[in-house]
């Protein structure tokens, strides 16, 4: 037991109390140590089933159920930390799973961040924006953190369906990116928005037999993409595979790439291409084969 | 309260759950599923969505809601609190 840590923040009267009456154990009355709990500042408590109950720092105080004399002990420790009936709601105290309180920080840590969706919150359905949140989250946890994506795509699609899992797809290839630059040059007048939501519906339907070309992408990678999808497509029995652009860099690219695919002649032979939306600054193409 | 911070938090292994359970009069029913203790019905999010133990993620204060581990479950809670 670390007594110089917890001494640090109260007084060594209080701090000799908590640590007896931790190792005696709480079997015996619990409520004068509840009382010195209150008193202390900024202490969370942990609740666990291993190790025993004991003080980890200055902020943590781990708590074992089973150390209490029954359930019913517990059950009145618990309840009188989290409040009563007569508390507001938002004064009660919160029960959360350790993973849950990490992600539910990092969910607050974005706040205030959301530049993309609140752009496109008006033009887009609504449970759409909220797979794109929570698509963007994902996104920003696993730059953080490297891992956890999985779980969460898993949250996305089970909550979503197919249409979420195209959207995370979608926002983590960076396209929504371009959605926002699309809205930002259409959506001030309604038949711009009409055709803004034309093309992301387009974009949301095609998303699994379409390559979506962005930015980060150079040449090469999007020949690659394209000879890619084209193949799986083809397993699908889809004799097509779509090109979506924008911007013109990316517009750019994609004719530059066609024309190399259209010598070589180890790629499918193009019989027909199907134009759906063609300008400087915004190509949607269909390939058949 | 104010002096413990406004979150508890506990293990995620089932015994741990189970107990932090109970002490909301809430059991696990033989399909795994929250239930109340006393009327045996499942006990659910904000949504209206019953919650298996495995990912049962914390107790919504003040009316036994539940939260689960999902990330829209967690953004909605984080947005009660704004």
Not at chain 1, 183 to 197: I, L, R, V, W, Y
Not at chain 1, 214 to 224: F, I, R
Not at chain 2, 9 to 38: G, H, M, Y
Not at chain 2, 50 to 64: A, M, R
Request: charged share 30%.
């Amino acid at each position: 037991m670390d007594w110089l840590t917890l001494g640090g923040l109260v007084s060594w009267e209080v701090a000799r109390y908590i640590i007896k009456a931790l190792c005696d154990g709480l079997k015996s009355n619990y409520k004068p140590l509840l009382k010195r709990l209150k008193a202390l500042k900024r202490v969370a408590v942990k609740i666990v089933s291993r190790p025993p109950t004991h003080v980890v720092n200055n902020n943590l105080i781990v708590v074992n159920h089973s150390d209490f004399k029954s359930p019913a002990e517990f059950k009145k420790f618990l309840l009188s930390l989290t409040g009563d009936d007569s508390m507001p709601a938002s004064r009660r105290v919160k029960v959360l799973g350790v993973k849950g309180n990490r992600l539910l920080k990092f969910i607050n840590s974005q706040k205030g961040k959301e530049s993309i969706s609140s752009v496109l919150r008006p033009h887009i359905p609504p449970a759409d924006l909220r797979a794109l949140e929570a698509s963007l989250l994902m996104r920003e946890y696993f730059k953080a953190h490297k891992d956890g994506v999985e779980d969460i795509k898993a949250d996305i699609i089970e909550r979503f369906g197919d249409r979420g899992r195209r959207i995370a797809n979608l926002c983590t290839a960076g396209y929504f990116e371009n959605l926002v630059s699309l809205c930002k040059e259409n959506c001030d007048t309604p038949e711009g928005q009409a055709k803004f939501k034309s093309i992301y519906e387009m974009i949301i339907s095609q998303e699994a037999f379409a390559v979506f070309v962005t930015g980060s992408m150079s040449e090469d990678q999007t020949e690659y993409a394209v000879v890619k999808k084209t193949a799986s497509n083809m397993i699908y029995g889809k004799k097509y595979v779509d090109i979506h652009g924008i911007g013109t860099s990316n517009v750019k690219k994609i004719n530059t790439v066609l024309k190399r695919l259209s010598k070589d002649s180890g790629f499918s032979k193009v019989k027909e291409t199907e134009i759906f939306h063609e300008s400087k600054s915004l190509v949607f193409i269909r390939l058949k084969f | 309260m104010s002096s413990l911070g406004n979150i508890i938090t506990f293990e995620d292994d089932d015994d741990t759950k189970k107990a932090v359970l109970a002490a909301f009069d809430l059991e696990v029913n033989d399909n795994k599923i929250i239930v109340s203790s006393k009327t045996k019905e499942p006990a659910l999010t904000p949504e209206g969505l019953e919650v298996p133990l495995s990912k049962f993620e914390g107790i919504w204060p003040g009316s036994l809601k539940l939260v689960r581990s999902d990330i829209v479950s967690l953004m909605d809670l984080a947005d009660s609190a704004h």
